[in-house]
């Protein structure tokens, strides 16, 4: 098993909202929903840091959703999960196949709820305290973009929720980091990069809000932290 290292910011920011969320707790088992892309990749290299540098005792196991049906060589992921000595589960499951019977007309929502059904189910079969989700604050300040210009609605991720359906917890590790920094330390610890390939690119909402935002930290360089700054006060309930 290797150590692994990661940029101060990447473990500073993981820690803090681990902390203030009390996402993880000692005995949990947790189950980290891997795609393969830098979100997931890196967020399974931060908890493996955390657990081995933590006083609070914690077990990691990675779980691949094959949105292709079986087509997905996932080779790659359970050579860099062995290589951190985390038991990896491969799911394949023929989402793209589904959408393309249904002619879905949003297939990124679809398929994104589609995976969390399918790791959340899985998460509560094999009794798994805490799912873990890559999503991070670009992800959650565009999702409250979406929600308050299109839905009408104060609303966007949370940093942990509560699923009353499965009797699992939702916990999201990364949500205090732009997605710029994810990007830069996924460069600088050359982590392996492997998902299968969408058909269906971005959803067109969201891609449309993406760029909107980094147009506006062109002129706001630390809007995004400012925006980290809102949610905490108006959206987010820490845990103590």
């Keep these: 098993m290797r150590m692994v ?3 101060e910011q990447i473990k500073h920011a993981v820690g803090e909202a681990v902390c203030a969320y009390s996402m993880i707790e000692d005995g949990d088992n947790v189950l980290v929903g891997l795609s393969g892309g830098k979100d997931s990749t890196l967020l399974l290299l931060a908890l493996k840091h955390l657990q081995q540098v933590s006083p609070t005792k914690f077990s990691i196991t990675a779980l691949t959703v094959d949105p292709t049906g079986g087509n997905f060589d996932a080779l790659e992921l359970r050579d860099f999960c062995k290589s951190l000595d985390i038991p990896h589960i491969y799911y394949p499951y023929p989402i793209f196949e589904i959408i393309k019977l249904r002619n879905e007309s949003s297939p990124c929502s679809f398929c994104a709820n589609m995976r969390r059904g399918i790791l959340s189910g899985i998460a509560h079969e094999k009794g798994f305290a805490k799912l873990a989700l890559g999503h991070h604050l670009t992800d959650a300040i565009v999702t409250l973009m979406l929600n308050m210009f299109y839905s009408g609605r104060f609303h966007t991720l949370q940093p942990k929720t509560w699923q009353s359906r499965t009797q699992t917890w939702v916990i999201r590790p ?9 990007l830069s330390a996924a460069s600088l610890v050359k982590i392996p990069l492997s998902s299968p390939k969408c058909p269906y690119g971005d959803n067109t909402k969201r891609k449309f809000m993406k760029e909107l935002l980094n147009e506006i930290t062109k002129e706001a360089p630390q809007g995004e932290y400012s925006a980290l700054t809102a949610l ?5 309930t820490t845990s103590h």
């Design 5 to 7: 290292f990661l940029p």
């Design 174 to 182: 990364l949500i205090y980091l732009p997605e710029k920094e994810i």
């Design 232 to 236: 905490k006060r108006a959206l987010w």
